[in-house]
């Protein structure tokens, strides 16, 4: 008898990650793209990225959200990235 192995799914939140202590008043959205290209490089299996055209006036969360016009760029880098790592699976 064969004993099937279910995979848990990894989802990172790579906005929330970098807010700093204190709650949605202060973070760092500059690492967010690295985190989020490292993420995607050890094979996770989903993306959560809040962005906003102007989070600097956003309500919530502003310090930690990408900008809208960041995003394309980004998107495509995890991508190959992750195409590249489930290739090498």
Known sequence: MRIRK??????FDATHSVQLPG???SGQREVVPALTRAAVGV???ALFIEVD?????AP????NM???ADLPALLSQ?????A???QAA
């Open 66 to 68: 990408l900008k809208w």
């Open 84 to 86: 590249i790592v489930r």
């Open 60 to 63: 919530s969360d502003g310090p």
């Open 43 to 45: 094979g996770i299996d």
């Open 23 to 25: 709650g949605a008043s």
């Open 6 to 11: 279910e995979r848990t799914k990894v989802v």
């Open 53 to 57: 055209a102007d989070p600097d006036r």
């Open 78 to 82: 995890v991508v190959a990235i992750d």
